[in-house]
């Protein structure tokens, strides 16, 4: 894609209470250009506070944001300002209308309109199949624009989801936990579709608490511990059972004090 920019997203310092409880601390994380980095931890680490920061849904006590290096004001960022930055968020089976055709669900939000402000269905149907074709490859399997969301398998919806985020040229893909609940063949699908994204040229923060969905797409393990960033791995310097003992570590650790 040619960015001129190293660092898709960045967070610098920050923090995040509610209340008394803080949730966050000293949090700095960054996003390079054409990286997937694995966000892990325990649940109730951190995880989904540091997504809706990132994605412009919750505003941080302190610290700073920049998005392609640029400083962001925290109390104006929002998610209709993170989709015009560029990133798109995708959460486990919430990201789509049980009920609606696969090309509704493509432009919930933001729809083609013609020059009556009318809903254009034939334009938004050709690119939902430009989609469904060429960015998440769902050729030969059954799947059409006017296929029900409620027939489709987890792995497929994720599938869905993605290549709509892909669609909207985001330079960076949030997955909040895509592989929850999902058997071994659809945890496969997920990870062929992120694999899609970063052949295209973006990037990808991949949350989940599984280190073995995450250990072979990942270029980068980023491990949050009680809201706070206990370590920061390359690939090449790690291994999945000394990612797996690392964070047993920590989860051992939470029991105890529990």
């Known amino acids: 894609m040619g960015k001129a920019f190293d660092k898709v997203l960045e967070m610098k310092n920050v923090g995040m209470r509610f209340g008394n409880i803080e949730a966050l601390r000293n949090i700095n994380f960054a996003v390079s250009n054409n990286e997937v980095v694995g966000l892990l931890g325990d649940n109730g680490a951190g995880k989904s506070t540091m997504v809706k920061i990132m994605t412009g849904v919750l505003h941080p006590t302190c610290g700073e944001l920049y998005i392609r290096s640029q400083k962001v004001t925290a109390h104006e960022y929002t998610v209709k300002k993170a989709h015009s930055f560029g990133i798109e968020t995708v959460y486990q089976d919430k990201s789509l209308g049980e009920k609606q055709a696969l090309w509704r669900n493509f432009f919930i939000g933001r729809q083609i309109t013609n020059r009556f402000g009318f ?8 690119v939902a ?120 570590k920590y989860s051992s650790k939470k029991r105890e004090e529990e």
């Open 119 to 126: 809903i254009n269905i034939q334009k938004e149907k050709e």
């Open 129 to 248: 199949d430009q989609i469904l074709m060429d960015l998440i490859g769902f050729r030969g399997v059954g799947i059409g624009v006017d296929s029900r969301v409620s027939k489709l398998s987890g792995g497929e919806r994720q599938g869905i989801a993605i290549g709509r985020a892909m669609y909207f040229d985001a330079d960076l893909i949030v997955l909040d936990e895509p592989t929850v609940s999902l058997s071994v063949k659809e945890v496969r699908k997920v990870i062929n579709f992120v694999e899609k994204i970063r052949d295209s040229g973006r990037s990808c923060v991949y949350i989940s608490h599984n280190i073995g969905h995450v250990y072979d797409i990942s270029d980068r393990f980023v491990i949050i511990d009680r809201g706070t960033i206990v370590a920061n791995f390359q690939k090449e310097e790690t291994t999945l059972e000394k990612l797996d003992t690392f964070l047993l």
